[in-house]
């Protein structure tokens, strides 16, 4: 009997369902080709679904989805429902739930897809983003007024309890969020990002880090972060992540593995994503020790939602990480090289709008999809 999956598919909203379509024809063809089959379990959770029914996403759901491998998900999102309600109550929850503690967002720069800063003759973009996916400001802790703010919080590693009190002298509206990391938290994602690095060749990682405003958080992750790398014999090197923006603007091809916590990992990651040719490129990859869920790092982009005008590339590169993950290493290559084979050989007018060209989605899908 050939091998076989069980895939989750969560398409979600906007463009979600547009460029998932395309991913899941690609690596269904890279499957067949190495000889093993996928089976896919839809859900139907995002905005459409939650102002229907109210539904955002059951606890009954996580349970199932122990049985599946992956899950592909597109993107959730809405301007009809309040932000937070489905970022939150699906994305981060699925994360979290999950404990997937690593998101990898790769940003290479592909040949001949325009870049805004172009690249000097004979250098390359090829960073990895490792970002921490778990802690951070991203925990949830957080509140409005002066009610107290119960600081209960469920993790892979740990639980914790606590409350906060707040009293102003005058009458004040005030708002808290918390940002939280603990040291297994830091040393498990630095020792995933030096492992990642060394598969790459690589003995150096930058540290995105904020100590010289937010000390107690960005100080304690820096202490935490370079023991671990010393420990593993890396070069460790700390930028804040202000400057860093601004390095990897004009210098992208100096920077290699980039370690970010969450918050600081999710605002670099579009950054990138934009230098290596746009957010229709920029895979992703949530990644813990139990399900692994693959997304680009793109989200529903409603301002161009059902018009078969998103990129569908980062979709088609972060089901190529999943098939990765599954241990199909052979069927992943297939894909990238499919994309790649596209991406070097198309005529220009055959690219994505993104890219400057007229595909249209399902254009650039079935093209990618014929060079598998
Ligand atoms: P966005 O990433 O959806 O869009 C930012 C810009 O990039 C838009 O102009 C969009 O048109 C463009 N863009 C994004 N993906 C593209 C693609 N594949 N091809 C061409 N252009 C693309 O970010 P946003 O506007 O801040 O968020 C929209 C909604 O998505 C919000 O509700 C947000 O919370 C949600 N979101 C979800 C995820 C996720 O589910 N993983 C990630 C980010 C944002
Ligand atoms: C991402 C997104 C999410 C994040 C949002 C939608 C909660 O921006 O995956 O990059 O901030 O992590
Ligand atoms: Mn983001």
Redesign the pocket.
Known sequence: MSRSYRIAQMAGDGIGPEVVGQARKVVEAAAAKKGFDLSWVDYPFGAEHYLKTGEVLPESVLAELKSCQALLLGA??DPRVKPGIL??GI??KLRFFFDMYVNLRPAKAFPRVPLPVPLPEGKAMDLLVVRENTEDF?VGLGGEGDAPIDLGLRRGLYTMEGEMKVRFSTAQRSAFQIGLATEEGVRRITADACRRAEARGEKRITLATKANAMPQLYGFWEEIARDEMTRRGFDFETVNVDALCYHLVRTPWKWNVVLCPNMFG?IV??LLAALSGGLGVAA?ANIGDSLGMF?P?H?SAPDIAGQNRANPVAAILSAGLMLDCLGESEAARVVENAVEAFLETARPEEFPEEMGGRGKTTAVGDAILSRI
Do not use: A, F, Q
């Open positions: 959730v999102g970022e939150r994305l981060l991203y999710d990651s579009d992703g997304e790092v989200g």
